[in-house]
């Protein structure tokens, strides 16, 4: 599954199902919010991405600009980029409603529209990392984009997940499909035939390989923990599962 098969197959997906997530998730989410997944671990808590006070910030992934427009509220320029187009026109309608804007592009996380060293921090929760085919291309682009010392926090599930059916029942607590098998997710269109989503897996091995390769020193791996009392199922994430595995993984990793 190339490069161009996985992005002409998720930006029209994404489009597809941009309302329903927003429908689904946004209150959680937040407007302002900045949450590293599921558990609901919040960069409040994390701080992974350190002071963003007057600091230029770039997020791949940026759905609807929520973490973006949190990096706003505390100082930083930050800016979104997005494969998808309905994605980005929520990023617009929450920009109106909260009154924080946060300027955003149409893009792809392998070809970053911006100029060499121009960021402080990049950072994708849970955006297009896992989407994305060719990981070294976009890593690289991710070094090019960044200033000497920049750092790049990223989210994506937790790569122990891949041998889990994904399912918050106790289904998915037995383990059916190899963690190294790197086989990406493919999901055919009934109708057309055609590939209409793709997911790629990376193990925590080949992540420590790719940011190394791209001269990132990483400084953090969180593995946030299910909070006692949070109830909320996503998707695969749940109470059920997340007591016993982890299901998020956050790098942080400074350039140079
Ligand atoms: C799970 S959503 C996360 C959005 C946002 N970070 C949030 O927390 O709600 C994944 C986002 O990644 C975007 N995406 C997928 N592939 C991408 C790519 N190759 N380049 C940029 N964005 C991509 C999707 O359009 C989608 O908005």
Partial sequence: MSEDESRRANGPDWDRYADEYQATHGDFLGNTGFVWGPE????????VLGDVAGRDVLE????AGQCSRWVRVHGGRSFGLDLSMR??????RIDEESEIAVPSVLATATAIPYADASFDVVFCSFGALQFIADIDLCV???????RPGGRFAFSI?????????????????TATSSYWDR???????????QVAYVEH??????WVTVLAGHGFRIVALLEPEWPEEHDRV??????????LTPGTAVFAADLG
């Fill in 234 to 243: 996503w998707g695969g994430w749940s109470r059920v599962r997340g007591r």
């Fill in 60 to 63: 791949l992934g940026s759905g």
């Fill in 183 to 193: 086989t990406p997710y493919v999901e055919i269109d009934d109708d057309s035939g």
């Fill in 40 to 47: 609901g671990l919040t960069e409040d808590q994390a701080g």
């Fill in 201 to 206: 897996h990376r193990t925590l091995g080949d």
């Fill in 140 to 146: 690289a682009e991710v070094a090019r984009v960044l």
């Fill in 87 to 92: 994605q980005l026109q929520h990023s617009l």
């Fill in 157 to 173: 599930t937790h790569p122990t997940r891949w041998s889990f059916p994904d399912d918050p029942s106790e289904a998915g607590l």
